[in-house]
């Protein structure tokens, strides 16, 4: 029986597998991009105009939401790029006689789009390119019901898309920014100089 114990370790021992490593993806692969969720540092922000406001005024909206989507394979392509920002309310003193009730904005690319690949590496992956930005959005009526507006885009604009390993975690990051004017609004008011910066968490897919 004593002799036993020792064979019986050894053969425990030997059916023993050490644990497979997880090497982390690396980002200069091809990959399927997702990131959901915004994190409190995304916002978009410009100067406003127009309306009976005395003086232009300087606005920051925080985003709702990211919704990202990106193909990194040898012909990137961006998918998916929608941020959500919510409800805005336009007071009556800006916009006599009764204000504006903005509701279900958000920032979108107009159409999936090939970027450039400006570089990648095992931890970062940064991506580029010229669009115009489309901003959807509804107005409240009198008779409390949502009326849907025309569609409103920017001039074309440089968005930069960087996705960077941090730690245990893989970041996503959108940059855009619109000198002069970027929009106009039937002529009542103007919105310039913005800055549009959203960051998520993201999840690799090898592709």
């Known amino acids: 029986m004593r002799s036993f114990v020792p ?12 644990a497979a490593s997880s090497a982390p993806i690396p980002l200069s692969e091809p990959l399927a991009i997702a990131a959901r969720g915004a994190m409190p540092a995304s916002r978009v922000s410009f100067t406003a105009s127009g309306g009976f406001a005395p003086r232009p005024s ?14 990194s394979g040898e012909h990137p392509r961006i998918e998916q790029l929608e941020m959500p920002l919510g409800n ?6 800006v916009l006599p006689p009764s204000g504006l009730k903005l509701r279900n904005l958000a920032l ?14 095992d931890d970062a992956l940064e991506i580029a390119v010229t669009t115009p ?5 509804s107005m409240v009526l009198d008779d409390g019901t949502t ?7 920017t001039k074309p604009v440089q968005v930069e898309i960087a996705v960077v390993r941090d730690g245990d975690s893989v970041i996503a990051t959108v ?6 004017a970027c929009w106009s609004i039937d002529g009542v008011a103007e ?3 913005a800055s549009l910066y959203a960051e998520g968490a993201a999840h690799l897919t090898p592709q």
Do not use: F, M
Request: with cysteine; aromatic share 2%; net charge negative.
């Open 7 to 18: 064979l019986l370790g050894v053969a425990l021992v030997g059916c023993t597998k050490p």
């Open 133 to 137: 930005i489309e901003l959807d959005w």
């Open 147 to 153: 009326y849907p507006l025309g569609p409103a885009r």
């Open 88 to 93: 805005i309310d336009v007071p009556a003193d």
């Open 108 to 121: 979108r690319l107009v159409e999936p789009l090939h970027p450039t690949l400006v570089h990648a590496q």
């Open 175 to 180: 940059n855009a920014h619109c000198s002069g």
């Open 191 to 193: 919105l310039r100089d």
């Open 58 to 71: 300087e606005q920051v909206i925080a985003l709702q939401d990211l919704k990202l989507l990106v193909d």
